[in-house]
C-alpha cells in the first residue's frame, strides 16, 4: 500500500474549518484514500474516502488533487468534539486492511 | 445500530494466565480483525478473519491466537500472557469500505 505522509499535530480554533492536509505520492490507481479517526484511546471511526471525486458526507469533505498525489480532509464547522486522532490511509479497492500511521493530532480550541 | 462489543473492557493479570478477549459484532460482516495499540507504535494488525473458519496472521501475530467458529464472534486468545503484551486492543469489523471498532480492551499484564 501507498504510503501516507501527514503533519504531527495542527490546532484549529472552535466553529472553524478545519483542512487535514494528506501526501500519498505513490498512490497507484487502484487505490483510495480513507480518513479514519480516533478520539482518546477510543476505537478508530470511520470519515471517509475516496478514488478521485471529491466527496462529502454528513461529518467532512474529502478534496483529492488531480494527479492523486495528495488529499484534503475538511470539517467544515470544527467542535471541541471534533478533538481526535486523524489518520489518512490509502489502500486498494477491495481490500480490507488498514495500515495506519501516526496520523495528525487535531486540537480544536475554544 | 451498528455495534462491535468487547469484553472485558479493562484485565490486569499475570504472567502465565491464559486469557481470552471476546469480540462480538451485529452486523453480519465476514472480515473481522485485531489491533493492538502502543504508544509511539500505533495501532498494529494482530489477526484477522475473511469469514467463519478463515483466519490469518496479521502484522504482529507471535503470543497470540484467534477462533472464527461463528459469523460474530472473534476472539482473541492469550495462551500465556507476557508483559510485553500490555496494550490496548481493538477489534473490528466490517466491509473494503468502512470498517467498525470496538471500544477497546485495556490489558495489563504483571
Known amino acids: 500500500d501507498a504510503k501516507t505522509t501527514q503533519p504531527t499535530s495542527m490546532d484549529c480554533a472552535e466553529g472553524r474549518a478545519a483542512n487535514l492536509p494528506c501526501n500519498h505520492s505513490?498512490?497507484?490507481?487502484?487505490?483510495?484514500v480513507y480518513w479514519y479517526r480516533q478520539i482518546h484511546s477510543q476505537g478508530p471511526q470511520y470519515i471517509i474516502h475516496?478514488?478521485?471525486n471529491n466527496e462529502t458526507n454528513e461529518m467532512a469533505s474529502l478534496i483529492i488533487t488531480e494527479d492523486r498525489k495528495s488529499s484534503t480532509l475538511i470539517l467544515p464547522h470544527a467542535t471541541l468534539r471534533d478533538t481526535a486522532v486523524y489518520y489518512c490511509i490509502v489502500r486498494p479497492g477491495g481490500g480490507y486492511k488498514l495500515s495506519f500511521g501516526a496520523g495528525t493530532t487535531v486540537t480544536v480550541r475554544a | 445500530e451498528a455495534q462491535v462489543t468487547q469484553n472485558p473492557r479493562y484485565l490486569i493479570t499475570v504472567t502465565g494466565k491464559k486469557l481470552t478477549v471476546t469480540c462480538s459484532q451485529n452486523?453480519?460482516?465476514?472480515?473481522m480483525s485485531w489491533y493492538r495499540q502502543d504508544p509511539g507504535l500505533g495501532l498494529r494488525q494482530i489477526y484477522y478473519?475473511?469469514?467463519?473458519?478463515?483466519?490469518d496472521k496479521g502484522d504482529v501475530p507471535e503470543g497470540y491466537k484467534v477462533s472464527r467458529k461463528e459469523k460474530r464472534n472473534f476472539p482473541l486468545i492469550l495462551e500465556s500472557p507476557s508483559p510485553n503484551q500490555t496494550s490496548l486492543y481493538f477489534c473490528?469489523?466490517?466491509?473494503?469500505?468502512?470498517?467498525?471498532f470496538g471500544p477497546g480492551t485495556r490489558l495489563t499484564v504483571l
Open positions: 473490528a469489523a466490517g466491509g473494503s469500505n468502512e470498517q467498525f
Open positions: 478473519s475473511m469469514n467463519v473458519e478463515v483466519t
Open positions: 505513490t498512490i497507484s490507481g487502484n487505490e483510495y
Open positions: 452486523m453480519n460482516h465476514e472480515y
Open positions: 475516496g478514488l478521485k
